[in-house]
T-cell receptor, first 116, second 110 residues
């Protein structure tokens, strides 16, 4: 079974520039997550999709961040314009459901973003 | 906002000893999950325990859940150097969100 694929692995941009991250979840997984992980902290949920609908985006800074999941499969996360505090690892994960609740999530390797 | 809070934030033990990490949460949950993260890598799922379960085992891992105290513990027995990593608990509640705590950094000294 192929895992969650993310690209790019690393990205360095200047502040006020834009950047996009791509995620391909495990085939058949209806739920897709984007997390932001700052060094030394736990992953912070930015947005969660169920198929191509948004379950939660309460912590997504919508003035600069946007995400979409076309056709309920691949997803992109965009930041425009980037700020220094956006420097973090962006993790994509996917999961299925079991007995009506979210089962274990499978994570990609993440994209390390550095904003200078 | 973070749902689970791990304790301790950091733990350093000798190889062969047992390591215990705790997780407390605030609201009712459907299930609670534990993950491991090696430095610079993605998270790896370890164990899922449902709200109607009290204990689960997987190899050297033992997870307990006390819903009355809203807490869970992860026990790693006979630790190895390869267990050095950060460990996170994550809760799934009514809205089906998967929310992580801040983690415990475990160091196993040879």
């Amino acid at each position: 079974e192929a895992g969650v694929a993310q690209s790019p692995r690393y990205k360095i941009i200047e502040k006020r520039q834009s950047v996009a991250f791509w995620c391909n979840p495990i085939s058949g997984h209806a739920t897709l997550y984007w997390y932001q992980q700052i060094l030394g902290q736990g992953p912070k949920l930015l947005i969660q999709f169920q198929n191509n609908g948004v379950v939660d985006d309460s912590q997504l800074p919508k003035d600069r961040f946007s995400a979409e999941r076309l056709k309920g499969v691949d997803s992109t996360l965009k930041i425009q314009p980037a700020k220094l505090e956006d420097s973090a690892v962006y993790l994509c994960a996917s999961s299925s459901t079991r007995q009506g609740a979210i089962a274990e999530a499978f994570f990609g390797q993440g994209t390390r973003l550095t904003v200078v | 906002s973070q749902q689970g809070e791990e304790d301790p934030q950091a733990l350093s033990i000798q190889e062969g000893e047992n390591a215990t990490m705790n997780c407390s949460y605030k609201t009712s949950i459907n299930n609670l999950q534990w993950y491991r993260q090696n430095s610079g890598r993605g998270l790896v799922h370890l164990i899922l325990i449902r709200s109607n379960e009290r204990e689960k085992h997987s190899g050297r891992l033992r997870v307990t859940l006390d819903t009355s105290k809203k807490s869970s513990s992860l026990l790693i027995t006979a630790s190895r150097a390869a267990d050095t990593a950060s460990y996170f608990c994550a809760t799934v509640k009514g809205a089906q969100k998967l929310v992580f705590g801040q983690g415990t950094r475990l160091t196993i000294n040879p």
